[in-house]
């Protein structure tokens, strides 16, 4: 654990509706930290706008907690509108269900059905993973502004994780504009091997990206000759999840991913 990290995450903790102001003083008795150190880490959370100086001497939490606040709730609110949704996909598919929500270059899971069939025992609920080689992050990065994405990738590489990762943006373009004709997105051993999955778009009321769900598992035909019905299954939780969060959707027709 990095120390600093933990410090400034308590200075915020203190804060409550009973305190919401408290003097730098005060601050430093209760974390038993020097004055000099205390003073230092409110002046960085300041800097970032989650703490304020709300008179000469004294502190109160800043609007960037808002933000953090309206993120959480927008994740909680659509993982509890998905769950029905997603338990229904992974009974017909009976296969591993995921649902993700973007976090920069990253898709983050915050909810997770786990198939018996899953060669690793543990929940993918709370890890991250890159947008450009799995069918959530793909599903999501086709329905972003193309210039957002150029700004997303213009330094940053695209990591190869296996044989199959797309490692340049032009093929990944590609493979985006193809998504966006299918309604869905394909990951063919691009994260991991002997993985699998079929990805797509989850949006909110104003039709932008909130995240996307998937189909996974160690099956082949997962991308082969059972793309087409777990496409279809795959889409259709999607378009019902957006409907849940408030968006309309028009009328989606898949095609074949024919290259993944």
Known sequence: M????????????LFSPVEPRLPLREISQRLNMPKSTTHNLLNTLVAAG???????????????????????????????????????LADSCHES????????CHVLYIYAIESSQRLVARTA????????????????????????????????????????TITDLDRLKQAL???????????NQEHEAHTYCVGAPVFDERGGVLGACSVSGSDEEIVGLRLESIAASVAQTAQEISRHMGYIPPRVTLGRAAAR
């Open 2 to 13: 990095i120390l600093s990290v933990v410090k400034a995450l308590k200075i915020m903790e």
């Open 50 to 88: 989650y703490i304020e100086k709300a008179d000469s001497d004294h502190y109160a939490l800043g609007t960037a907690i808002i933000g953090l606040t309206q993120n959480v709730r927008v994740n909680v609110e659509l993982r509890d509108r998905a769950a029905p949704l997603l338990r229904q």
């Open 97 to 104: 269900v995921y649902l993700t929500v973007r976090d920069g």
């Open 125 to 164: 609920v709370g890890e991250r993973a890159e947008m450009h080689c799995t069918s959530v992050g793909k599903a999501a990065l086709a329905f972003l502004p193309p210039e957002e994405v150029d700004r997303m990738y213009q330094d940053a590489a695209l990591t190869r994780h296996t044989p199959n």
């Open 177 to 187: 504009a193809l998504t966006r004709a299918c309604g869905y997105a394909v990951d």
